[in-house]
Nanobody, 124 residues
Framework: QVQLAESGGGLVQAGGSLRLSCAAS????????MGWYRQAPGKQRDLVAA???????NYADSVKGRFTISRDNAKNTVYLQTNSPKPEDTAVYYC??????????????????WGKGTLVTVSS
């Protein structure tokens, strides 16, 4: 099993920046891809970004050019740097990990492991 623990959420002003972190523990050698989803109030959970062990990235169109996903394999940690956030980025952000490197699993939300989520609130 794999456990994912998010940190770094909170209140940020529009146009500011915030970095989310997610540390993996447990059977970490089974993990290939890691990433982030988000769920705004009253909406479905959507993919934000994902990254493979080798550094290949996949972003939602809504965050391209503003958010950056990165990964430190030595620390088993994935990061999401949110630059120039907008009020519509307000959501609970969930860390996720998968044993495969199949991007369709990420777009369909069929990944293996989930964190509990961290709230990001962007004020205008």
């Amino acid at each position: 099993q794999v456990q994912l623990a998010e940190s770094g959420g909170g209140l940020v002003q529009a146009g500011g920046s915030l970095r989310l972190s997610c540390a993996a523990s447990g059977n970490i050698f089974s993990i290939n891809t890691m990433g982030w989803y988000r769920q705004a109030p009253g909406k479905q959970r959507d993919l934000v970004a994902a990254i493979s062990r080798g550094g290949i990235t996949n972003y939602a169109d809504s965050v391209k050019g503003r958010f950056t996903i990165s990964r430190d394999n030595a620390k088993n940690t994935v990061y999401l740097q949110t630059n120039s956030p907008k009020p519509e980025d307000t959501a609970v952000y969930y860390c996720a990990a998968d044993r495969q490197i199949t991007w369709s699993r990420w777009s369909e939300g069929r990944v293996d492991y989930w964190g509990k989520g961290t709230l990001v609130t962007v004020s205008s």
